[in-house]
């Protein structure tokens, strides 16, 4: 089992640990889930999300169009410092991996699931020629930092973060070491991502204590990105899932989109062309009841026609919250559902997503 | 009212008369974490010593809550229904979750006091 350079830092901060893709991480602190949930929302939080893996990709002319092959951006309209959410996607149009690519100076750096990141490296690998050079970061540590309060806080300790917009990074200083700083999260609230050496990772975490941000573990993480309506791959996404199915079509550029020249490409133009037979959606259980991943999804009159993939309690709304999977022609806003939890069957609707309005900063 | 003894389950029963009150306990609500969701047994259920009778839910996960007596269900209390986190914060007091007319009272003898009950939870950490 791996630890994060952090992992005495939270020890030390009452976190109790889980294992999550084979790293110890902490799953909740002393406040725990829904306390940790509220103050990301009202001020600022810190989350250690080292174990994501840290991709970093150079090349000659040919790297973008590699890279093209399996991740279906158009990567022109990539500008230097600017993010990008899309995929890996395998040949049969399913998602190997969701990510985060951000151009940099001389080429990528590729933001992944820890548990997906060693054969994500592998199939990237594969697309690439020989000259391109690719590294999987050990040495470095990614923070993110979540909350309205979140540009006060980071400002003060890396002056000039505050003038980033969202989906975009930059290259600041940190005592005289260089770091990488997106504004980006997973919460639904602005935020900050920071990449940084592992031997500075723990002073930089101190201070954004000190400045009053608190840490957050990866429960109220959970709770967070559902309340936001964002996929959590291995439950909304996996390799048998399309992204059209996913509903994240968007995740995909235009000009791909009509274009295909990407893996699965058959089945992804026959998804957009003739629609999807399920589709992911928004539920909202009627009552309190908590419809769990797996929970089976029925037409009101009664016929089994689809499943939840994350399920829990939203903190901020106040109601219970799920994604799941529904035959499209169900899919509806406000169409009536059921939900059988322990072999009950319980009232919800088709919810639009999010759940809990977002505020980026644009 | 008796003093309370406990399941291995992490069940807490106090006994008066032949009426039990079960809840659950502290040192269980700190291993759930913040409760979301509480679910009691109907009046009139009869429910077998260590079947499940209720469930309690976390942001985290589902859990049964498991009668520790047997018994037939007198009233589930629907205070921690309408408001789930209050069993956080009074687990062993104004958080029961119901009230059960004990069959045989020589079950509770079987059960756990609390100097017991809390070298078992030292003993098992989750």
């Known amino acids: ?362 | 009212m008796s003093e309370k003894k406990f399941s291995k389950k992490h069940e807490w029963v106090s006994l008066d008369g032949d009426t039990a009150t079960v809840g659950i306990t502290k040192h269980a609500t700190e291993m759930l974490g913040d409760i979301v969701f509480v679910e009691v047994p109907e009046p009139g259920k009869s429910v077998e010593k260590d079947s499940q009778a209720a469930v309690v839910e976390s942001t985290k996960a589902a859990s049964d809550v498991y009668s520790p007596i047997s018994g037939e269900i007198l009233e589930g209390n629907k205070s921690i229904v309408d408001d789930p986190g209050n069993v956080n914060s009074d687990p062993e007091g104004a958080s029961w979750f119901f009230k059960i007319k004990v069959k045989d009272k020589s079950e509770f003898d079987t059960l756990m006091n609390k100097a017991d009950y809390d070298k078992f939870c030292a003993e098992n950490p989750s």
Not at chain 1, 130 to 155: R, W
Request: glycine share 10%; proline share 3%; net charge positive.
């Open chain 1, 1 to 362: 089992m791996e630890k994060t350079a952090l992992y005495n830092f939270h020890k030390n901060l009452g976190a109790k640990f889980v294992a999550f893709a084979g790293y110890q991480m902490p799953i909740q602190y002393k406040d725990g889930i829904v306390k940790e949930h509220i103050t990301t929302r009202q001020t600022a939080g810190f989350f250690d999300v080292s174990h994501m893996g840290q991709l970093f990709i150079s090349g000659s002319k040919s790297l973008e169009q590699n890279l093209e092959k399996i991740i279906p951006l158009d990567f022109k309209e990539i500008k230097i410092n600017q993010s990008k959410y899309s995929f890996l996607i395998n040949d049969k149009g399913g998602v190997i991996d969701d990510l985060i690519i951000t151009r940099v100076d001389g080429g990528f750096n590729i933001i992944l699931n820890a548990a997906c990141k060693d054969n994500d490296t592998k199939e990237i690998a594969k697309c690439l020629d020989s000259d391109s050079k690719y590294e999987l970061k050990k040495d470095l540590s990614l923070v993110a930092l979540q909350g309205p309060k979140s540009e006060t806080i980071l400002e003060a300790i890396i002056p000039g973060v505050k003038q980033l917009k969202f989906m975009n990074g930059d290259y600041f200083k940190f005592q005289g070491k260089k770091i990488y700083v997106t504004r980006s999260g997973y919460t639904g609230e602005d935020g900050f991502e920071i990449s940084l050496s592992n031997t500075n990772a723990e002073n930089f975490t101190k201070l954004l204590s000190n400045k009053g941000a608190k840490p957050i573990g990866l429960g109220a993480r959970d709770t967070l990105r559902l309340e936001a309506g964002l996929c959590l791959y291995g439950h909304e996404l996996n390799q048998d899932i399309s992204p059209i199915q996913a509903n994240l079509k968007w995740a995909i550029s235009k000009r791909r989109r009509e274009e295909g020249g990407f893996k699965g490409w058959e089945n992804i133009q026959n998804d957009l062309k003739n629609g999807v037979s399920k589709i992911r959606v928004g539920i909202k259980p009627s009552g309190r009841i908590i419809a769990r991943e797996g929970t089976k999804i029925f037409s009101s009159s009664g016929d089994e026609i689809g499943v939840v993939t994350s399920g829990t309690f939203g903190p901020s709304v106040n109601t219970p919250v799920a994604m799941g999977y529904i035959q499209s022609k169900f899919s509806e806003i406000d169409n009536k559902i059921l939900l059988e939890v322990r072999g009950k069957k319980h009232d919800a609707v088709v919810s639009k997503l999010p759940f809990y309005k977002k505020s980026y900063v644009k």
